[in-house]
């Protein structure tokens, strides 16, 4: 019996972060370079922080795969910079991966990627610390625990929620917490879902 063909990978920004936004986001929550390039490090070489990369030939063939923890044993992150308008050297917001085979980057460019449910949920910042929040104060029985459940939505509210997800990630910014997007679906349509029922979406969705 002949096996199925592999299913082949398909890139989504909707799930995967480029590493630059990674860096960003660690940069945020940590607030110390040093600490982010570490921690990242660690999270992709122990596959807390899953990983992907495009791979683009010379001639435009492209290859999408997921990148597996061992990959980044022996390889170092390093944010690089850049020159400010006063001709000083700054931090850019980009990393750099170190380490690399030569024979594996020549003739081919690399970008590399990681999950953004990991990422979220490994640095909470934004959007993902207000749930973080909300859900301390729903365990020691704080306002969010006395929250009146929103009515049921007869329309399709996930779809249009989920635009506004995908659109806060086409622009690069954190994402809205839970809370937010109730009140979201409150100014649209004056009422609101469960915010149990928009956590189970972002969960869906990333």
Not at 43 to 58: C, P, V
């Amino acid at each position: 019996m002949e096996k199925a063909p592999r299913k082949k990978a398909f890139f989504s920004v909707a799930r995967w972060a480029p590493l630059n936004e990674a860096l960003v986001r660690a940069k945020e929550a940590l607030s110390s370079s040093d600490l982010a390039e570490r921690d990242l490090h660690e999270h992709l070489r122990s596959g807390r922080l899953l990983s992907s990369m495009r791979r683009i030939e010379r001639d435009g063939s492209e290859i999408f795969a997921r990148v597996k923890p061992p990959f980044w044993n022996g390889l170092t992150l390093m944010e690089t910079h850049e020159l400010g308008s006063d001709g000083l050297a700054k931090r850019s917001g980009k990393v750099q991966v170190r380490g690399l085979d030569v024979k594996f980057v020549a003739n081919a460019k690399l970008w590399f990627f990681v999950a953004r449910s990991d990422l979220y949920r490994l640095y909470p910042v934004g959007g993902a610390r207000a749930d973080a929040e909300d859900s301390e104060h729903a365990e020691d029985g704080g306002p969010s625990a006395r929250r009146k459940p929103g009515k049921k939505l007869t329309n399709n509210w996930r779809v249009y929620v989920a635009a506004e997800l995908a659109r806060y990630v086409e622009a690069g910014k954190p994402l809205p917490s839970a809370k937010d997007l109730a009140e979201y679906c409150q100014e649209k349509w004056g009422n609101e879902p469960d915010i149990s029922d928009i956590h189970k979406l972002i969960r869906f969705l990333f």
